[in-house]
Protein backbone atom coordinates (compact mmCIF):
# COMPACT_ATOMS: atom_id res chain seq x y z
CA UNK A 1 0.00 0.00 0.00
CA UNK A 2 2.50 2.49 0.99
CA UNK A 3 4.33 1.75 -2.76
CA UNK A 4 0.92 2.34 -4.17
CA UNK A 5 0.90 5.82 -2.44
CA UNK A 6 4.86 6.59 -3.73
CA UNK A 7 3.37 6.09 -6.96
CA UNK A 8 0.35 8.87 -6.85
CA UNK A 9 3.41 11.34 -4.30
CA UNK A 10 5.60 10.99 -7.43
CA UNK A 11 3.22 11.78 -10.16
CA UNK A 12 2.48 15.15 -7.93
CA UNK A 13 6.27 15.96 -7.02
CA UNK A 14 7.41 15.07 -10.92
CA UNK A 15 4.18 17.93 -12.03
CA UNK A 16 6.04 20.25 -9.11
CA UNK A 17 9.49 20.08 -9.81
CA UNK A 18 8.90 20.56 -13.90
CA UNK A 19 6.78 23.74 -13.12
CA UNK A 20 10.03 25.30 -13.53
CA UNK A 21 10.44 27.91 -16.29
CA UNK A 22 14.15 27.05 -16.15
CA UNK A 23 14.86 25.72 -19.22
CA UNK A 24 12.35 28.19 -21.07
CA UNK A 25 14.21 31.86 -20.10
CA UNK A 26 18.01 30.58 -19.39
CA UNK A 27 19.08 31.15 -22.76
CA UNK A 28 17.21 34.58 -22.74
CA UNK A 29 18.55 35.58 -19.43
CA UNK A 30 21.59 34.99 -20.87
CA UNK A 31 21.56 36.27 -23.89
CA UNK A 32 20.86 39.76 -21.51
CA UNK A 33 23.97 39.96 -19.62
CA UNK A 34 25.37 40.26 -23.42
CA UNK A 35 26.35 36.41 -23.58
CA UNK A 36 27.41 35.42 -27.02
CA UNK A 37 25.40 32.35 -28.63
CA UNK A 38 29.14 30.66 -28.75
CA UNK A 39 29.37 31.49 -25.05
CA UNK A 40 25.71 30.35 -23.99
CA UNK A 41 26.58 27.02 -25.97
CA UNK A 42 29.89 26.45 -24.18
CA UNK A 43 28.11 26.88 -20.61
CA UNK A 44 25.38 24.14 -22.03
CA UNK A 45 28.45 22.47 -22.39
CA UNK A 46 29.96 22.74 -18.82
CA UNK A 47 26.76 21.57 -17.82
CA UNK A 48 26.98 18.36 -20.23
CA UNK A 49 30.21 17.62 -18.76
CA UNK A 50 29.37 17.90 -15.43
CA UNK A 51 26.55 15.74 -16.03
CA UNK A 52 29.00 13.13 -17.72
CA UNK A 53 30.89 13.23 -14.92
CA UNK A 54 28.83 12.76 -12.34
CA UNK A 55 26.17 10.26 -13.69
CA UNK A 56 27.55 6.98 -13.45
CA UNK A 57 28.61 7.51 -9.83
CA UNK A 58 25.73 9.30 -8.97
CA UNK A 59 23.73 6.04 -9.94
CA UNK A 60 25.86 3.99 -8.31
CA UNK A 61 25.79 5.85 -5.28
CA UNK A 62 21.51 5.53 -6.15
CA UNK A 63 22.10 1.68 -5.88
CA UNK A 64 24.29 1.70 -2.57
CA UNK A 65 23.10 4.40 -0.26
CA UNK A 66 19.20 4.21 -1.55
CA UNK A 67 16.82 7.03 -4.10
CA UNK A 68 15.68 9.14 -1.21
CA UNK A 69 19.75 10.29 -0.06
CA UNK A 70 20.91 10.70 -3.92
CA UNK A 71 17.52 12.39 -4.48
CA UNK A 72 18.13 14.86 -1.28
CA UNK A 73 21.97 16.28 -2.96
CA UNK A 74 20.41 16.86 -6.61
CA UNK A 75 17.22 18.79 -5.56
CA UNK A 76 19.51 21.00 -2.94
CA UNK A 77 22.47 21.04 -5.45
CA UNK A 78 19.41 22.75 -7.93
CA UNK A 79 17.92 25.33 -5.35
CA UNK A 80 21.95 26.15 -4.88
CA UNK A 81 22.08 26.41 -8.78
CA UNK A 82 19.15 29.02 -9.18
CA UNK A 83 20.24 30.97 -6.19
CA UNK A 84 23.48 32.07 -7.29
CA UNK A 85 22.61 32.25 -10.87
CA UNK A 86 20.05 35.07 -10.21
CA UNK A 87 22.93 36.72 -8.20
CA UNK A 88 25.79 36.45 -10.69
CA UNK A 89 26.19 38.03 -13.97
CA UNK A 90 29.65 37.19 -15.33
CA UNK A 91 30.48 35.02 -18.08
CA UNK A 92 32.90 33.18 -16.06
CA UNK A 93 30.48 32.78 -13.20
CA UNK A 94 27.88 30.93 -15.20
CA UNK A 95 30.31 28.52 -16.71
CA UNK A 96 31.20 27.50 -12.62
CA UNK A 97 27.64 27.67 -11.77
CA UNK A 98 26.56 25.21 -14.38
CA UNK A 99 28.67 22.43 -12.98
CA UNK A 100 26.32 23.13 -9.51
CA UNK A 101 23.63 22.34 -12.28
CA UNK A 102 25.04 18.98 -13.96
CA UNK A 103 25.21 18.12 -10.36
CA UNK A 104 21.63 18.30 -9.60
CA UNK A 105 20.22 16.62 -12.65
CA UNK A 106 22.50 13.40 -12.41
CA UNK A 107 21.42 12.95 -8.75
CA UNK A 108 17.65 13.35 -9.82
CA UNK A 109 17.93 12.05 -13.01
CA UNK A 110 18.12 8.21 -12.53
CA UNK A 111 16.97 8.76 -9.15
CA UNK A 112 13.30 9.79 -9.76
CA UNK A 113 12.87 7.45 -12.29
CA UNK A 114 14.08 4.77 -10.19
CA UNK A 115 11.50 5.10 -7.32
CA UNK A 116 8.61 5.90 -9.33
CA UNK A 117 9.16 2.61 -11.95
CA UNK A 118 10.10 0.38 -8.79
CA UNK A 119 7.17 1.07 -7.02
CA UNK A 120 5.05 0.40 -9.70
CA UNK A 121 6.82 -3.01 -10.15
CA UNK A 122 6.35 -3.59 -6.35
CA UNK A 123 2.67 -3.62 -6.36
CA UNK A 124 1.24 -3.45 -10.25
CA UNK A 125 3.95 -3.80 -12.38
CA UNK A 126 0.79 -4.68 -14.91
CA UNK A 127 0.15 -0.74 -14.98
CA UNK A 128 3.46 0.07 -16.42
CA UNK A 129 2.51 1.29 -19.12
CA UNK A 130 -0.51 2.96 -17.86
CA UNK A 131 1.03 5.17 -14.91
CA UNK A 132 4.32 5.40 -17.64
CA UNK A 133 1.66 7.34 -19.27
CA UNK A 134 0.06 9.52 -16.60
CA UNK A 135 3.39 11.28 -15.61
CA UNK A 136 3.99 12.18 -19.05
CA UNK A 137 1.06 13.71 -19.38
CA UNK A 138 1.76 15.56 -16.24
CA UNK A 139 4.93 16.19 -17.36
CA UNK A 140 4.24 17.91 -20.57
CA UNK A 141 1.29 19.86 -18.68
CA UNK A 142 3.62 20.77 -16.04
CA UNK A 143 6.19 22.12 -18.70
CA UNK A 144 4.15 23.53 -21.13
CA UNK A 145 2.03 25.68 -17.91
CA UNK A 146 5.92 26.58 -16.75
CA UNK A 147 6.30 28.45 -20.24
CA UNK A 148 2.97 30.24 -20.07
CA UNK A 149 3.98 31.24 -16.49
CA UNK A 150 7.81 32.42 -17.40
CA UNK A 151 6.55 34.32 -20.79
CA UNK A 152 3.78 36.26 -18.30
CA UNK A 153 6.71 36.72 -15.41
CA UNK A 154 9.21 37.56 -17.53
CA UNK A 155 7.50 40.54 -19.27
CA UNK A 156 8.15 42.12 -15.66
CA UNK A 157 11.69 40.35 -14.84
CA UNK A 158 13.88 37.56 -15.27
CA UNK A 159 14.85 37.99 -11.97
CA UNK A 160 10.60 37.59 -11.03
CA UNK A 161 10.87 33.40 -12.89
CA UNK A 162 13.64 32.68 -10.98
CA UNK A 163 12.10 33.71 -7.48
CA UNK A 164 9.10 31.61 -8.62
CA UNK A 165 11.76 28.93 -9.76
CA UNK A 166 13.47 28.62 -6.43
CA UNK A 167 9.44 28.62 -4.68
CA UNK A 168 8.55 25.78 -6.21
CA UNK A 169 12.14 23.89 -5.82
CA UNK A 170 12.05 24.24 -2.11
CA UNK A 171 8.88 22.64 -2.09
CA UNK A 172 10.06 20.10 -3.77
CA UNK A 173 12.81 19.40 -1.51
CA UNK A 174 10.17 19.10 1.47
CA UNK A 175 8.46 16.67 -0.53
CA UNK A 176 11.03 14.29 -0.78
CA UNK A 177 10.54 12.87 3.15
CA UNK A 178 7.37 11.76 1.92
CA UNK A 179 8.62 9.31 -0.05
CA UNK A 180 9.21 6.01 0.92
CA UNK A 181 12.23 4.22 0.13
CA UNK A 182 12.21 1.66 -2.78
CA UNK A 183 15.81 0.53 -2.62
CA UNK A 184 15.67 -1.78 0.27
CA UNK A 185 19.04 -3.52 1.90
CA UNK A 186 20.80 -4.10 5.33
CA UNK A 187 24.68 -3.26 6.11
CA UNK A 188 25.18 -6.67 5.38
CA UNK A 189 24.13 -6.14 1.86
CA UNK A 190 25.95 -3.26 0.64
CA UNK A 191 29.20 -4.14 -1.73
CA UNK A 192 32.54 -3.80 -0.78
CA UNK A 193 33.52 -0.37 -1.96
CA UNK A 194 35.47 -2.18 -4.96
CA UNK A 195 32.76 -3.89 -6.47
CA UNK A 196 31.23 -0.74 -6.80
CA UNK A 197 32.86 -0.14 -10.07
CA UNK A 198 31.35 -3.43 -11.42
CA UNK A 199 28.55 -1.51 -12.87
CA UNK A 200 26.25 -3.64 -14.89
CA UNK A 201 27.20 -7.02 -12.83
CA UNK A 202 24.16 -9.08 -14.51
CA UNK A 203 23.24 -6.57 -17.21
CA UNK A 204 23.34 -8.56 -20.37
CA UNK A 205 25.31 -6.36 -23.08
CA UNK A 206 24.57 -8.88 -25.97
CA UNK A 207 20.58 -7.82 -25.27
CA UNK A 208 20.47 -5.06 -28.22
CA UNK A 209 16.85 -4.26 -27.60
CA UNK A 210 18.19 -2.91 -24.09
CA UNK A 211 21.45 -1.44 -25.83
CA UNK A 212 18.82 0.70 -28.50
CA UNK A 213 17.29 1.72 -25.95
CA UNK A 214 19.72 3.28 -24.60
CA UNK A 215 21.17 4.72 -27.12
CA UNK A 216 17.92 6.25 -28.89
CA UNK A 217 17.61 9.50 -26.56
CA UNK A 218 21.06 10.16 -26.95
CA UNK A 219 20.98 10.01 -31.10
CA UNK A 220 17.19 12.06 -30.90
CA UNK A 221 19.19 14.16 -28.57
CA UNK A 222 21.43 15.58 -31.48
CA UNK A 223 18.30 17.13 -32.92
CA UNK A 224 15.97 18.00 -30.31
CA UNK A 225 18.38 18.92 -26.77
CA UNK A 226 20.04 22.39 -28.78
CA UNK A 227 16.60 23.18 -30.69
CA UNK A 228 14.62 23.33 -26.87
CA UNK A 229 17.91 25.19 -25.77
CA UNK A 230 17.90 27.52 -28.11
CA UNK A 231 14.25 27.88 -29.61
CA UNK A 232 13.80 30.93 -26.90
CA UNK A 233 16.52 32.86 -28.66
CA UNK A 234 15.01 31.54 -32.05
CA UNK A 235 11.68 32.91 -31.83
CA UNK A 236 13.31 36.20 -30.16
CA UNK A 237 15.00 36.70 -33.08
CA UNK A 238 11.87 37.25 -35.15
CA UNK A 239 10.43 40.04 -32.94
CA UNK A 240 7.91 37.95 -30.52
CA UNK A 241 7.95 38.91 -27.28
CA UNK A 242 8.24 36.52 -24.01
CA UNK A 243 4.78 35.97 -23.30
CA UNK A 244 3.68 34.52 -26.90
CA UNK A 245 7.04 32.79 -26.95
CA UNK A 246 5.70 31.12 -23.65
CA UNK A 247 1.66 30.58 -25.34
CA UNK A 248 3.72 28.18 -28.49
CA UNK A 249 5.49 26.49 -26.13
CA UNK A 250 3.14 25.31 -23.76
CA UNK A 251 1.32 24.78 -26.60
CA UNK A 252 4.35 22.28 -27.91
CA UNK A 253 3.91 20.63 -24.32
CA UNK A 254 0.42 20.68 -23.80
CA UNK A 255 0.02 18.47 -27.41
CA UNK A 256 3.13 16.48 -26.10
CA UNK A 257 0.41 15.48 -23.22
CA UNK A 258 -2.70 15.03 -25.29
CA UNK A 259 -0.30 12.46 -27.62
CA UNK A 260 0.89 10.52 -24.93
CA UNK A 261 -2.79 9.57 -24.07
CA UNK A 262 -2.64 7.50 -27.22
CA UNK A 263 0.67 5.54 -26.70
CA UNK A 264 -0.77 2.61 -24.98
CA UNK A 265 -3.21 2.60 -27.94
CA UNK A 266 -0.98 2.48 -30.50
CA UNK A 267 1.57 0.57 -29.18
CA UNK A 268 -1.57 -2.36 -28.69
CA UNK A 269 -2.40 -1.78 -32.34
CA UNK A 270 0.72 -1.13 -33.98
CA UNK A 271 3.17 -3.06 -31.52
CA UNK A 272 6.23 -1.48 -29.96
CA UNK A 273 8.45 -2.13 -33.06
CA UNK A 274 6.12 0.96 -34.83
CA UNK A 275 6.71 3.39 -31.64
CA UNK A 276 10.33 2.65 -31.05
CA UNK A 277 11.90 1.55 -33.99
CA UNK A 278 10.06 2.76 -36.71
CA UNK A 279 8.94 6.44 -35.54
CA UNK A 280 12.36 8.19 -34.39
CA UNK A 281 12.68 8.33 -38.80
CA UNK A 282 9.15 10.08 -38.99
CA UNK A 283 10.64 12.54 -36.27
CA UNK A 284 13.71 13.04 -37.54
CA UNK A 285 12.97 14.19 -41.41
CA UNK A 286 9.72 16.11 -40.16
CA UNK A 287 12.66 18.30 -38.41
CA UNK A 288 14.76 17.87 -41.53
CA UNK A 289 11.68 19.70 -43.04
CA UNK A 290 11.26 22.30 -40.17
CA UNK A 291 14.67 23.46 -40.15
CA UNK A 292 14.47 24.23 -44.09
CA UNK A 293 11.35 26.06 -43.56
CA UNK A 294 12.94 28.15 -40.32
CA UNK A 295 11.71 31.79 -41.75
CA UNK A 296 8.03 30.85 -41.76
CA UNK A 297 7.23 30.71 -38.04
CA UNK A 298 4.20 29.40 -37.90
CA UNK A 299 4.69 26.60 -40.25
CA UNK A 300 7.72 25.24 -38.36
CA UNK A 301 6.18 25.77 -35.14
CA UNK A 302 3.41 23.21 -36.35
CA UNK A 303 6.14 21.07 -37.13
CA UNK A 304 7.62 21.40 -34.03
CA UNK A 305 4.25 20.85 -32.60
CA UNK A 306 4.05 17.52 -34.56
CA UNK A 307 7.90 15.83 -33.94
CA UNK A 308 7.34 16.83 -29.99
CA UNK A 309 3.90 14.74 -30.18
CA UNK A 310 5.32 11.52 -31.90
CA UNK A 311 8.31 12.22 -29.38
CA UNK A 312 5.70 11.87 -26.58
CA UNK A 313 4.48 8.43 -27.89
CA UNK A 314 7.92 6.93 -28.58
CA UNK A 315 9.63 8.29 -25.03
CA UNK A 316 6.67 6.25 -23.24
CA UNK A 317 7.14 3.25 -25.21
CA UNK A 318 10.95 3.19 -25.03
CA UNK A 319 10.95 3.91 -21.59
CA UNK A 320 8.39 1.33 -20.59
CA UNK A 321 10.51 -1.54 -22.57
CA UNK A 322 13.68 0.02 -20.62
CA UNK A 323 11.97 -0.37 -17.01
CA UNK A 324 10.70 -4.09 -17.69
CA UNK A 325 14.35 -5.14 -18.95
CA UNK A 326 16.47 -4.15 -16.38
CA UNK A 327 16.68 -5.20 -12.23
CA UNK A 328 16.40 -3.34 -9.90
CA UNK A 329 20.08 -4.21 -8.34
CA UNK A 330 21.18 -1.87 -11.67
CA UNK A 331 18.76 0.46 -12.35
CA UNK A 332 20.23 3.68 -10.80
CA UNK A 333 23.52 2.52 -12.87
CA UNK A 334 21.50 1.52 -16.01
CA UNK A 335 19.20 4.80 -15.94
CA UNK A 336 22.29 6.80 -15.27
CA UNK A 337 24.05 5.32 -18.21
CA UNK A 338 21.60 6.27 -20.01
CA UNK A 339 21.22 9.85 -18.99
CA UNK A 340 25.24 9.67 -19.25
CA UNK A 341 24.93 9.04 -23.28
CA UNK A 342 22.69 12.25 -23.25
CA UNK A 343 25.25 14.29 -21.45
CA UNK A 344 27.47 13.90 -23.62
CA UNK A 345 25.80 14.52 -26.72
CA UNK A 346 24.92 17.68 -25.48
CA UNK A 347 28.50 18.36 -24.19
CA UNK A 348 29.65 18.06 -28.24
CA UNK A 349 26.75 19.30 -30.00
CA UNK A 350 25.35 22.52 -27.80
CA UNK A 351 28.37 24.91 -28.06
CA UNK A 352 29.30 23.47 -32.03
CA UNK A 353 25.17 24.73 -32.38
CA UNK A 354 26.05 28.06 -30.85
CA UNK A 355 29.16 28.70 -32.15
CA UNK A 356 27.60 27.56 -35.84
CA UNK A 357 24.13 29.31 -35.63
CA UNK A 358 25.94 32.96 -35.04
CA UNK A 359 28.02 32.16 -38.04
CA UNK A 360 25.50 30.40 -40.21
CA UNK A 361 21.87 31.23 -38.58
CA UNK A 362 19.87 28.47 -36.52
CA UNK A 363 18.29 26.99 -40.04
CA UNK A 364 21.50 25.97 -41.78
CA UNK A 365 22.48 24.32 -38.40
CA UNK A 366 19.35 22.27 -37.30
CA UNK A 367 19.21 21.40 -40.79
CA UNK A 368 23.08 19.53 -40.50
CA UNK A 369 21.72 17.85 -37.25
CA UNK A 370 18.68 16.24 -38.71
CA UNK A 371 21.28 14.99 -41.61
CA UNK A 372 23.60 13.99 -38.28
CA UNK A 373 20.73 12.33 -36.59
CA UNK A 374 19.03 10.26 -39.37
CA UNK A 375 22.23 8.92 -40.52
CA UNK A 376 22.82 7.45 -37.06
CA UNK A 377 19.66 6.12 -36.83
CA UNK A 378 19.99 4.13 -40.33
CA UNK A 379 23.27 2.97 -38.76
CA UNK A 380 21.44 1.46 -35.51
CA UNK A 381 18.62 0.43 -37.76
CA UNK A 382 20.93 -2.02 -39.73
CA UNK A 383 23.15 -2.90 -36.71
CA UNK A 384 20.46 -4.03 -35.34
CA UNK A 385 18.65 -6.51 -38.22
CA UNK A 386 22.53 -7.90 -38.30
CA UNK A 387 22.46 -9.09 -35.08
CA UNK A 388 18.83 -10.44 -35.02
CA UNK A 389 20.47 -12.50 -38.41
CA UNK A 390 22.91 -13.17 -36.04
Known sequence: MEYKRNIYLFLIFDFLTNLSPLSFIYALFLKQQNISLTQIGFIISVYQISKLIFEIPSGVFSDKYGRKTCAFIGQFSLIVFLIFTLITRSYNSSLLISIIRGISFAFLSGTADCIFSESILKCCPDKMDYYMGIDKILFYCSIGLSSIIGGFLARYSYATVFYFDIVIQIICFIFIFIFKETRMFNNNQIKEHKECFRFFRGFDFLNYKVIY????????????????????????????????????????????????????????????????RKLPFIIVTLFIIMSMIQGHILLSWLLYVCCASLMSINNISYNSCLQKSIEDTNRGTILSLRSLLIAITGMLISPLVGHFSDIYGFSTTFLCCGIICLSLLFITSILAKERQTH
Open 213 to 276: LILLPAILAICFLPYEDYYSVLLKSHNITENVIGFMFSWVMFSQSVFGICAQKINSKLGYDFSV
